[in-house]
């Protein structure tokens, strides 16, 4: 059973900088994409940041620019840089990963790690 565990959430002034870490219990190179969601207070979690197997990335266009989504397959884990914080980016972040195996999705969270950024 691979378990993804987030660190890194910290309360911050806008304009501040923070590094999220996803660690797996599992190797993420099996992992075929690895994404950051976060989830507002009264709102729908959302994706963030997705990063495949390949290195390719994307993001939602409130955070481009200014947060990059980065794994280490050595350290089975992933990251996301966030820089120029703002307050709506206020919400617990969450780590998941993505596999096919045997021809089956297989879905991971992690328990979420919480980012309040005050104006």
């Known amino acids: 059973q691979v378990q993804l565990v987030e660190s890194g959430g910290d309360l911050v002034q806008a304009g501040g900088s923070l590094r999220l870490s996803c660690a797996a219990s599992?190797?993420?190179?099996?992992?075929?994409?690895m994404d950051w969601y976060r989830q507002a207070p009264g709102k729908q979690r959302e994706l963030v940041a997705t990063i495949t197997s390949g290195g390719s990335t994307s993001y939602i266009d409130s955070v481009k620019g200014r947060f990059t989504i980065s794994r280490d397959n050595a350290k089975n884990a992933a990251y996301l840089q966030m820089n120029s914080l703002k307050p709506e980016d206020t919400g617990v972040y969450y780590c998941a990963a993505r596999a096919i195996i045997s021809s089956r999705w297989y879905f991971y969270w992690g328990q979420g790690t919480q980012v309040t950024v005050s104006s």
């Open positions: 599992g190797s993420t190179a099996s992992f075929t994409a």
